[in-house]
Nanobody, 113 residues
Framework: QVQLIESGGGLVQPGGSLVLSCAGS????????MGWFRQAPGKEREFVAS?????????YADSVKGRFTISRDNVAKNTVYLQMNSLKPEDTAVYYC?????WGQGTQVTVSS
């Protein structure tokens, strides 16, 4: 089983940037494909981005393509990142990290002027 802890959320103005981090422990981090999901109030949790275990292959939801970048550090920090640029109010949500069927506790991202 893998344990996940997200961080980096906060309040940002439209057009701003944030970097989310998800630190993993337990099962060898590099053996897991990793994903970011988000859930806005009153909506279902939705896929945002994912990265294969080696880090070379990534996938993005259409709504964030070109604005968000997922990456990972398998060696030094056992962490997956989500660089979020050009943020929009509709990006407001709780962002969750996922791996091997486990979820983190989530980190709130609010985009508002």
């Amino acid at each position: 089983q893998v344990q996940l802890i997200e961080s980096g959320g906060g309040l940002v103005q439209p057009g701003g940037s944030l970097v989310l981090s998800c630190a993993g422990s337990g099962r060898p981090f590099s053996s897991n494909d990793m994903g970011w999901f988000r859930q806005a109030p009153g909506k279902e949790r939705e896929f945002v981005a994912s990265i294969r275990r080696g880090g070379a292959v990534t996938f993005y939801a259409d709504s964030v393509k070109g604005r968000f970048t997922i990456s990972r550090d398998n060696v030094a920090k056992n962490t997956v990142y989500l660089q979020m640029n050009s943020l929009k109010p509709e990006d407001t949500a709780v962002y969750y990290c996922n791996a091997a069927g486990s979820w983190g506790q989530g980190t709130q991202v609010t985009v508002s002027s």
